[in-house]
């Protein structure tokens, strides 16, 4: 079958299984040119399927010789319909790992319910002992509560009064100011059950209490700041209060492991395009600007060059982990480098559907975006039937 994208309003509906292999190649060859890192070796990834989850897991197999065990929630292929591409993505990192001679195995299914837990920790006592490290990456639209069975939904809002701005439709270009309705009732409460940290604390108890977790284990979830202009409908959203939660939890946690002498940190990424970033309205604009800055100046990283950073220059520099004032891992300093919020500022007063293709990076937030589901690799052959009923046997 000649696969070829497929839209329905932000969503791609169709995955390319070689452009995602070709994907995780291209992973693997950056983290094998910036030599090996220091880090764990046994290593649970949450959300280990795309985005920042997916890098995290390709560096630490291909930085640090990790065996790694990845959850997510992706849909396999069937006749005639492609796989998700998180699917894809997994299928051709673990065809990559163990050509490597690296341990991976992968589970897939809600990490949120307690069943998937249960299958990760008997997986862990069967196959590894225990893991150093546990990456928590989820980003999820929905949540059913182990406890309660309230599925909570998360929402993008703002807190207190409607929000007005600009934002494009990345597909046409299209420049125009749209207005988003303010929180209701719940909404709040909703997006910190889904986006907060209660999953992540639920996560690594279970870890914990099945002794799971070796001396000095560590943690990390992941967050964002972002920019002023953003303020009102991400950090000062609905989102940005699951964000404060999710903080806070680090702290939490840490207390928690204080006898295993464990640490829980939060690191504050830096805006890209994944799946989730380009359904919230504004925030595509605001990446199309802050990409073309960020590339002028040579700043730019996509999710594979922040994880790599992360993990030689923050986590496993073999001294102290650097912090802000918070207690978070930043690695957003570049985005959030006064002149390139700056410039950015003074890019978003002028944009306009005329001129955003040449004082933004329209074409590079589409490429990302394609590249999200396999597509625009290259080295790829799109003319050419592909091999879209890959199947993993160690993914269950
Ligand atoms: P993503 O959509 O690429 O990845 C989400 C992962 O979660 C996938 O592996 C998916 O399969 C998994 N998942 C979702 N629901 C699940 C469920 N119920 N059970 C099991 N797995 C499930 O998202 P991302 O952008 O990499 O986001 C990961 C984290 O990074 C989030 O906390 C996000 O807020 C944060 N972050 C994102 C950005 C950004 O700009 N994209 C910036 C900073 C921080
Ligand atoms: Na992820």
Redesign the pocket.
């Known amino acids: 079958m000649i696969i070829e994208p497929r839209m329905r309003g932000f969503i791609c509906l169709t995955a390319h299984p070689d452009g995602a292999a070709q994907s995780i190649k291209n992973q693997i060859e950056y983290i094998k040119s910036k030599g090996s890192i220091n880090g764990a070796k046994k290593v649970l990834v ?9 890098a995290s897991r390709v560096t630490s197999a291909f930085g640090s010789g990790a065996a790694t065990i990845g ?4 849909k396999p292929p069937v006749e005639g319909k492609t796989a ?1 591409p ?1 699917w894809y993505n997994s299928a051709a990192f673990e065809k990559e790992a163990h050509a490597a001679g690296l341990y991976a195995k992968s589970i897939n ?5 307690k069943e ?1 837990k249960q299958q990760t920790i008997d997986l862990i006592k069967a196959d590894l002992g225990q893991v150093d490290l546990v990456i ?5 639209p ?2 059913q509560h182990p406890e309660t069975g309230v599925l909570h939904r998360s929402v993008l809002k703002p807190i207190g009064g409607v929000y007005t701005n600009k934002t494009v439709d990345f597909h046409t270009g299209k420049v125009s100011e749209i207005s988003i309705q303010p929180a209701q009732d719940g909404d709040i409460e909703n997006t910190v059950a889904v ?1 907060g940290g209660e999953d992540w604390a639920m996560w690594i108890d279970a870890l914990k209490a099945a002794n799971l977790l070796a001396p000095g284990a560590q943690t990390v ?4 700041i972002g920019p002023s202009l953003t303020e009102a409908v991400y950090r000062k959203g609905t ?1 940005g209060r699951a ?1 404060d939660h ?1 903080e806070a939890t680090a702290f939490e946690i840490t207390d928690s492991l204080k006898d295993i002498d464990g640490k829980a940190y939060v690191s ?10 380009s359904a919230i309205p504004v ?1 595509p604009l605001y ?1 199309s600007l802050l990409y073309k800055i960020m590339k002028e100046e040579g700043l730019h990283e996509g ?1 594979i060059e922040q994880i790599q950073r992360l993990y030689a220059e923050r986590l496993y520099t073999g001294g102290d982990v650097p912090v802000d004032e918070k207690g978070r891992i930043r690695i ?1 300093d570049w985005e959030m480098k006064e002149d390139v919020q700056q410039k950015v500022a003074t890019l978003w007063e002028e944009a306009t559907t005329e001129n955003l293709a040449e004082i933004g990076d329209l074409k590079g937030y589409r490429d990302d975006f394609y590249n ?1 589901f396999g597509f625009g690799f290259d080295g790829v052959d799109y003319a050419a039937d592909a091999n879209e009923l890959v199947t993993v046997e160690s993914i269950k």
């Open positions: 949450i959300g280990a399927s795309t985005g920042f989850g997916l959850v997510f929630f992706e998700s998180g299914g809600d990490a949120f319910s998937i928590y990456s989820l980003a999820s929905v949540r986006m979830a992941y967050s964002y989102i964000k999710l504050v990424n830096k805006a890209l395009v994944t799946q989730a970033s925030i990446i999710t957003d999200l």
